[in-house]
């Protein structure tokens, strides 16, 4: 009998499988209809180049304006997403131990989850001041639902059998709920981790949009404010493409860093 021939696979369809090649090309497909599409209009006022864009960009780090806006916008978002984290870590463990607990968490999800957290900013500037207090607690507000709701709806969809190995194993409530209870609910919770930090990131922005400068700082919101009205287009789109990429760095490498060594390690995802 004649062995088997292994063919092996064409380039083209090694390249095309390759994911993070693909979203490389696509990026740079976008940068390139941006600056043709903004050479074809020719007007900066209204759609600057990316090349100016770039351009201010690095004159806005170089100059330490825009480094300054990154590290104020950097400190209150993990002020308020560690503080909205803590509380949605309490309400959980509330609701997971009792029934009145659970029946408050739904409630108060299906009551402030769909309300915007920028609503709530003229009210957070009466209760809190015109300081960090406002700002903080509309990112609490932000991460805070979204967190406990995922996070309680992966421990309700825990396996029966998962539970019942913790329990033959003799662990304590400590050693459930760290070996068991949040590596089984992980792919949830980590679902929640990403809403919350979406919601808290694009409020934080439109806060910094509205409520403007605080004891002399300003965030990257402020900094695309300050220059819009200084008409400073091409500093307003580097403040937005600051925006883009740091979003795309939390998504692409912290969460996807922590997704490939917990829930692709564990086999809880393909």
């Known amino acids: ?14 390249l095309y499988e390759n ?4 979203k490389v090309v696509l990026l740079v497909v976008l940068a390139l ?15 600057p180049t990316l090349s100016a864009t770039i351009g201010a960009l690095v004159a806005g780090i170089e100059s ?19 503080l909205g984290l803590l509380f949605a870590a309490l309400l959980t463990a509330f609701a997971s131990v009792s029934k009145i607990g659970a029946d408050l968490l739904e409630m108060l999800t299906s009551m402030f989850n769909p309300l915007p957290s920028i609503a709530l900013l003229p009210l957070a500037l009466i209760w809190f001041g015109l300081g960090n207090g406002s700002v903080i607690f509309v990112l609490v507000h ?18 029966p059998t998962l539970r019942m190995v913790g329990q ?7 050693g459930f709920i760290t070996k068991i209870l949040i590596p089984g609910a992980f792919p949830s919770i980590l679902t929640g981790l990403k809403v919350g930090w979406a919601f808290a990131w694009r409020t934080l922005i439109a806060a910094e949009l509205v409520f403007g400068v605080s004891s002399g700082s300003g965030g990257i919101g402020w900094y695309i404010f300050e220059h819009k009205n200084q008409l400073l287009i091409p500093q307003v789109f580097a403040g937005l493409l600051t925006v883009i990429l740091f979003g795309l760095f939390v998504e692409h490498v912290i969460f996807r860093t922590i997704e490939n060594r917990t829930v692709r390690r564990w086999g809880m995802q393909i």
Request: glycine residues 8%; proline residues 4%; aromatic residues 12%.
């Open 19 to 22: 994911s993070a090649l693909r």
């Open 64 to 82: 330490g304006e825009l480094l300054r806006a990154i590290g104020y916008t950097l400190t209150l978002l993990l002020e308020g997403y560690v």
């Open 33 to 47: 209809v941006w600056e043709g599409y903004a050479r074809a209009l020719n007007n900066p006022l209204l759609f």
């Open 168 to 174: 033959n194993y003799g662990l304590s409530a400590a």
């Open 142 to 159: 932000a991460v805070l639902w979204s967190v406990a709701l995922n996070t309680h709806a992966g421990f309700r969809a825990l396996s």
């Open 1 to 14: 009998m004649s062995e088997p021939v292994e063919r092996s696979i064409p380039l083209y369809l090694r």
